[in-house]
């Protein structure tokens, strides 16, 4: 049995996998890694399923113990400095940890969240079917703390020949995001506003969203009120004050603030590596 001992944390590291589907009409969204093409890649490289539950670590700094055994492991998402040991390993690279050594990510240079992957899986019991930590209803396992110790599971896949990945096009200075119109668009006096300029990924950003700043968006009818219909990853709603919201992993499952526009699905994951101050464009497109 191998055990992975949590000596820190950095900013925040979560367990996620690709989240709990088909409980939204119970409240419960679907959570899961924020950038799942990360994840999906991280476990192909060391023969997991695509599904299986990993680490979501935010901008670096978390230390991990082998105990009781080796495990096969591989980081990918925001390039992270990985150290094995005594071993400099880097990010995208298949490497084995042995009992004793302390795995080490630093802080990437880009990007905002790594994704690490056991061969085997980290094996937490899982909620709703599903492993991963939603912040916004409290759902699934607890953040990382200092002294956690996580079980890696049994392996069942076969392990690729690959020890090395292609690095990630981690991520251009101005991040555009594609964006189809809707479905409250006409609800604002100027949804065009949106692909006009730039705007810049605000501090106050999170799982739940990526909230933007760059100037307000104005309501055609401010008074006018809008039901809670159902909102989903990558929805770019208007609160109040003007300033758009882009819902990331973590989001509500509905909302009462009109929708102007939905990011296409594939430039999600690309959104939830944006750091605060980065400049985000958007980019009208057909569905």
Known sequence: MTVLRVRRT????????????????????RSGAADRGA??????????????????????????EVVGGSVTLCVTGAPAPVRVGERNTGPSYVATARAGDVVRLGVPEVGLRSYVAVRGGIDVPAVLGSRSRDVLSGIGPAPLAEGDELLVGVATGVLPAADLLPPPPYLPEVVELRLVRGPRDGW????????????????????????????????REP???????GVWRGAVQVPPGGEPVVFLADHPVTGGYPVAGVVVDADVDRAAQARPGQVVRFRWVRP
């Open 223 to 229: 008074g006018r009120q809008l039901p809670s219909e």
């Open 39 to 64: 994840l999906r890649l991280a476990n192909r490289a060391v023969g997991n399923p695509e599904d299986a539950a990993g680490l979501e670590v935010l901008l670096g700094g978390l230390e991990l």
């Open 188 to 219: 604002l006096d100027d949804a065009d506003r949106l692909t006009v300029g730039a705007w810049t990924v605000s501090g106050e950003s999170d799982r739940v969203g990526m909230r933007l700043l760059g100037g307000a968006l104005s309501l």
């Open 10 to 29: 950095g900013p925040l590291a979560l367990v996620e996998d690709l989240g709990r589907p088909g409980y939204a009409a119970i409240g419960v969204g």
